[in-house]
T-cell receptor, first 116, second 116 residues
Framework: GAVVSQHPSWVICKSGTSVKIECRSL??????MFWYRQFPKQSLMLMAT?????????EQGVEKDKFLINHASLTLSTLTVTSAHPEDSSFYIC????????????FGPGTRLTVL | AQSVTQLGSHVSVSEGALVLLRCNYS??????LFWYVQYPNQGLQLLLK??????LVKGINGFEAEFKKSETSFHLTKPSAHMSDAAEYFC??????????????FGQGTILTVHP
């Protein structure tokens, strides 16, 4: 099956700094990728849709200036958490539809962000 | 709008016993439904999906689920639990088309514990 990778797998940063998380589709192209956030002991909540060649679209309540998304190529989307604060500490997971379309999405292994 | 509700945040079974994880959906259109499994600090793995074909869907690792429109349910079962099944399970529904294309809405998750 298709593989989606994320880097880094975990990151610790100081409050006020910015952190970039990468999501890559390793063996397929993804014009669309999705970013989810999962707080401890909670479900996944969709943050935004990353679109190659165009602006990302954000879910209601998600600050687009805080969570910058760049879909630089057909295999790479990046999420930058700007001016991170402790409340941004979470597990960030990306997904990408495979060649069968959105009916089969492949998830990355996730990135654990801890903001001190 | 599509949504899913998982009944029971924790389910505990003995090894070899039946596993039953409950999911009910709400959708104004025929839904596409999914079950995912998540191991600690990892991404999501697709167990199975319902995309309006056969109502009884067989997935990986011996899991299966039955789509029951009359009950708006999509419960996940496995005849005999194995220790390696211990994980968190998420039911999800694919949102509709248009700007919601490809977006998944997840249930709250059910943690499955398997006792020796």
């Amino acid at each position: 099956g298709a593989v989606v990778s994320q880097h880094p797998s975990w990151v610790i940063c100081k409050s006020g700094t910015s952190v970039k998380i990468e999501c890559r589709s390793l063996d397929f192209q993804a014009t669309t990728m999705f970013w989810y956030r999962q707080f401890p002991k909670q479900s996944l909540m969709l943050m935004a849709t990353s679109n190659e060649g165009s602006k990302a679209t954000y879910e209601q309540g998600v600050e687009k200036d805080k969570f910058l998304i760049n879909h630089a190529s057909l295999t790479l989307s990046t999420l930058t958490v700007t001016s991170a604060h402790p409340e941004d500490s979470s597990f960030y997971i990306c997904s990408a539809p495979g060649i069968a379309g959105v009916n089969e999405q492949f998830f990355g292994p996730g990135t654990r962000l801890t903001v001190l | 709008a599509q949504s899913v509700t998982q009944l029971g945040s924790h389910v505990s079974v003995s090894e070899g016993a039946l596993v039953l994880l409950r999911c009910n959906y709400s959708s104004s259109v025929p839904p596409y439904l999914f079950w995912y499994v998540q191991y600690p600090n990892q991404g999501l793995q697709l167990l199975l999906k319902y995309t309006s074909a056969a109502t009884l869907v067989k997935g990986i690792n011996g899991f299966e689920a039955e789509f029951k429109k009359s009950e708006t349910s999509f419960h996940l079962t496995k005849p005999s639990a194995h220790m390696s099944d211990a994980a968190e399970y998420f039911c999800a529904v694919l949102r509709g088309g248009g700007t919601s294309y490809g977006k998944l809405t997840f249930g709250q998750g059910t943690i499955l514990t398997v006792h020796p």
